[in-house]
């Protein structure tokens, strides 16, 4: 069955596929622009997004601005017409205000937010057309930003995406239920959220889509989402050995090349643990090996002297090619991608994989 759009507000996806933001460098305006030239939301990684300005290290906020201007005009350019957003840190970037303004400034069509609540986003937004999405991974998580939307701006999510704890980059789980696999599972999640947003979605008078996040791989796994109740899915790593990917061709073959033993769940400077591809980096920083040789003074929750390494200076090795020596956030099921493709291809083949396991609105209503 043909799988359906959804609505964020007065914005219409055609294809419910959101493009996770990847960053630092991963999903900049190509991989953004492809994939919302193919109908879904093309999402623009907001993580130090001047990385390659030249005065990055001595100015870095003012090189972030400029270069998130021109990665939201680059994408425009190429898909004048698509659906756009941009992914912020919102507890753990000293520069969050700023970015979201600049962001609604350059008029994106949706800004994202995830690694902790963000409790003043509407207002960032308010008298524009932008819309808002902040991400949880727990049912209390979006009865409590719902909440306080609601109490100070009379304002509700326009979208929530559940993130799962199969998700890649940093997780909003704790260590040990990563670990020991004691996290409840994404489709948990999601009947969890919709149960804790329904008294705000009655209230108002509205529906807020849901974009289930979080080692999604398939077509099988897009159609379960959609028919456990999701509006629509958010996938990253698979958009990673796309040629329209911002990222190193090393950074790619990481992917093709990881197994499944490979992933590790480490202890980031951002404050939360995060799944990775276990490589020199990571045997250095669980012997303590990393020196900081600079501070971007970019995170509220990153100490120099005690933190066990620079995750911005990682994180740009990495995607310039580096992937011995640099982080690689990955997904559970990185395991699992085996070649290069195109975003048209793959966009191709997960909605035609998912339509065959897609049950249909009836259907669903009636389980």
């Not at 996806?13 to 939301?41: C, F």
């Not at 601005?65 to 680059?74: A, F, H, P, S």
Request: proline residues 5%.
């Amino acid at each position: 069955m043909k799988l359906p759009s959804f609505n964020i507000g007065d914005i219409k996806v055609q294809i419910p596929i959101v493009q996770g933001a990847m960053g630092i460098g991963v999903s900049m305006h190509r991989l953004a622009a492809a994939v919302a030239n193919e109908g879904g939301i093309g999402v623009i990684s907001g993580a130090q997004t001047g990385f390659l300005e030249p005065d990055f290290r001595q100015n870095n906020n003012s090189a972030n601005i400029n270069g998130l201007i021109k990665e939201i005009r680059k994408t425009r350019q190429l898909s004048p017409n698509g659906i756009i957003g941009v992914n912020f840190l919102a507890a753990a970037v000293n520069n969050y205000v700023e970015l979201v303004t600049t962001a609604v400034k350059e008029k994106v069509d949706l800004v994202i937010s995830g690694a902790g609540l963000p409790k003043n986003l509407p207002e960032l937004v308010m008298n524009s057309s932008t819309k808002i999405a902040p991400i949880v991974s727990s049912g209390k998580a979006a009865s409590t930003i719902s909440k306080i939307w609601d109490r100070n701006y009379n304002y509700l999510p326009d979208a929530i995406i559940v993130e799962g704890p199969e998700a890649g980059g940093h997780l909003g789980f704790n260590m040990s239920q990563l670990l020991e696999n004691s996290a409840p599972t994404l489709m948990e999640i999601v009947k969890d959220v919709m149960e804790a947003i329904k008294p705000f979605e009655l209230k108002h008078n509205k529906r807020i889509p849901i974009i289930a996040a979080g080692g999604l791989f398939d077509g099988k796994d897009i159609a379960e989402a959609l028919n456990n109740g999701a509006a629509g899915v958010q996938i990253a790593s698979r958009f990673v050995v796309t040629e329209e990917c911002d990222a190193h061709i090393n950074f790619k073959q990481a992917y093709i090349n990881a197994q499944q033993e490979d992933l590790r769940i480490i202890k980031s400077p951002v404050g939360l643990p995060g799944r990775a591809i276990y490589n020199n980096f990571i045997k250095k920083a669980d012997e303590s090996l990393h020196t900081i040789k600079s501070c971007y003074r970019c995170l509220k929750t990153c100490d120099p002297a005690t933190t066990p390494y620079c995750i911005t200076d990682a994180l740009i090795d990495s995607v310039t090619g580096d992937t011995k020596e640099g982080l690689i956030f990955a997904g559970s099921n990185v395991h699992r991608i085996n070649k290069m493709t195109t975003v048209k291809e793959l966009m191709k083949e997960l909605v035609s994989e998912a339509e065959i396991y897609f049950k249909g609105p009836e259907d669903i209503q009636g389980k």
